[in-house]
């Protein structure tokens, strides 16, 4: 490991801007549940101008000036909100490393942490592993039609990637940061769905790139209802595995009948147990202040 990084230390992080900050609330305190002494910090893709008190907030906000990327202002005026927040996740992730931590995890805004995240990312204490990522599937969906719209987004979800500093994650970021200061951008056509597409080459670029296989980390709407999930009290199970990272990809407060707004197919009163996970999420986004804080505009346009 490089000067200054502790190999056993890790921390989590997300990205919002102002009307999403809710979200990033929902992320760090439900994180915080399972891992009180784990260090949370959320990159402002936006100004603060006054909308909020970085100070009162579950998570260590951090700024965009504090990234030393090097085109921020150029990157915020060629992307759209949404372009320009995922386009920084490396960033955000290499500011993390070089804060001391031996290890990262970016979970994207719209998650609920519902169990210990910590043996996954305990996977990447083994030797040669530098990167952890999550397939959007982990067996057919016997739709052709759905199969296909996976392959036009990626193989991986770009809501969960773990990074091991120094080594072969360092060089991860790099390349990942050269390919998304111009091109992350959701055109199908040319090949790209903002961050993730980029995600498939990791494994083929890269030593080190291990696919997590756990059916109960970063379950969403694209392996539903394939994945059966159950619910009994707090616990939440996916194919009988625990379930640790719930993403809610999608999801519109003000439509709470559908999973999301990708597609039709998913509504609530046909999807069992799954229904009550969407329903807490909807509370925790609420006592986070999701309608008070939609009234914050973003402010790089």
């Known amino acids: 490991m490089p000067d200054g990084l502790q190999e056993d230390a890790w921390a989590v992080c997300t990205i919002a801007a102002k009307p999403q900050l809710a979200l990033a609330r929902v992320v760090a305190t439900s994180f915080r549940r399972h891992h009180p002494g784990v260090p949370v910090f959320v990159l402002l893709a936006d100004r603060v101008e006054g909308a909020f008190d970085p100070a009162g907030e579950p998570y260590r906000l951090v700024a965009l000036e504090e990234l030393e990327a090097p085109e921020t202002e150029e990157m915020a005026r060629r992307y759209t909100a949404q372009e ?44 040669g592993v530098s ?15 759905r199969e296909l719209n996976i392959l036009q987004c990626g193989t991986f979800n770009g809501g969960f990637v773990a990074v091991r500093g120094g080594g072969e994650g360092d060089r991860f970021l790099a390349w990942w940061q050269a390919r998304l200061l111009e091109d992350c951008r959701y055109a199908p056509a040319d090949g790209l ?29 694209w392996h ?16 009988g595995s625990l379930c640790r990272l719930f993403r809610f990809s999608g999801f519109d407060m003000e439509h709470p009948e559908k999973a999301t707004r990708y597609f039709d197919r998913l509504r609530m009163e046909k999807m069992g147990d799954v229904a009550q996970v969407f329903r807490r ?12 804080i939609q009234q914050g505009r973003y402010s790089l346009s």
Do not use: C
Not at 281 to 292: K, N, V
């Open 193 to 221: 769905h903002f961050e993730q597409r980029w995600l498939d080459l990791a494994p083929g670029l890269l030593d080190g790139v291990e696919v997590v296989r756990d059916p109960g980390v970063n379950v969403g709407h």
């Open 224 to 239: 539903l209802p394939e994945r059966k999930v159950r619910v009994e009290g707090e616990t939440i199970w996916a194919d």
């Open 84 to 127: 320009f927040s995922y386009a920084l996740t490396p960033w955000l992730l290499q500011w993390v490393l070089r804060q001391g931590f031996g290890r990262v995890l970016f979970i994207k805004q719209e998650s609920l942490v519902t169990a210990s995240l910590e043996p996954v990312m305990d996977r990447l204490r083994a030797p």
């Open 131 to 145: 990167l952890l990522l999550t397939p959007h599937l982990l067996a057919p969906l016997g739709s052709v039609a």
């Open 281 to 292: 999420y909807r509370e925790e986004l609420e006592s986070a202040g999701y309608w008070e």
